[in-house]
Nanobody, 115 residues
Framework: VQLQASGGGLVQAGGSLRLSCAAF????????MAWYRQAPGKERELVARIINDGGSTTYADSVMGRFTISRDDAKKGLYLQMNSLKPEDTAVYYC?????????WGQGTQLTVSS
């Protein structure tokens, strides 16, 4: 599976942005999809995850109520709607998908939130 993320950029605090991730290849093998982020000097952290069976979602406490993860039914697209952005949301965002065999990562997309 190959992943291509897009949608990052520079936004002012309080603004909104939507990240997208396109999946290519054996997408039928995907059983979960997620967004992670890594800020400078910090470890990569889970932002949000969606499980394909039933569509249940998990969010980091820091983004709960502000971010929404979604996917298309064909599991070829993953999205992250980000509202009420804060400077501490500044990071490189990575999309990731999991199969029963391994986890795949896309290239990161930079989000910078100015105060």
């Amino acid at each position: 599976v190959q992943l291509q993320a897009s949608g990052g950029g520079l936004v002012q605090a309080g603004g909104s942005l939507r990240l997208s991730c396109a999946a290519f290849g054996n997408t039928l093998s995907i059983n979960s999809m997620a967004w992670y982020r890594q800020a400078p000097g910090k470890e990569r952290e889970l932002v949000a995850r969606i499980i394909n069976d039933g569509g249940s979602t998990t969010y980091a406490d820091s983004v709960m109520g502000r971010f929404t993860i979604s996917r298309d039914d064909a599991k070829k697209g993953l999205y992250l709607q980000m509202n009420s952005l804060k400077p501490e949301d500044t990071a490189v965002y990575y999309c990731s998908v999991g199969t029963i065999w391994t986890i795949y990562w896309g290239q990161g997309t930079q989000l910078t939130v100015s105060s």
